[in-house]
């Protein structure tokens, strides 16, 4: 059974609704408050990108922490001299501490096996 979902959740309300109730979310770089049920909160969300820097997008909530996982099928070497910021096989981002169960973890793990299997590194 995969973890990772594709669908693209639908938001709880408009944009402006949103950003009337939550207006650090326009206004203060990084900060993000989920415009989707609990239920979309709670799912692997992934987004498969097929281009010249191929790779997978991973999305997950733990207890308000946003984390953003990137599996890249090619590894890039920063070129700063040319502005080109690169990156290795696996980017992880968050927006605060993330605390999670062993089976959170577990999950955390499995997800990122799925995204190498979808872009062809296992």
Known sequence: MSILNFDKPKKIRSTDEH???YSSDCAALGTYVPNMSDE???KWKAKHIESNDERVEIRKSFDGTQVVIVVYKNIIESDWKNNIEGHKNIRISANSKIHMTLSEYNEFIKAIEEAK???GLV
């Open 40 to 42: 979309d909160n709670n």
């Open 19 to 21: 950003n009337k109730i």
């Open 117 to 119: 299997q979808i872009i």
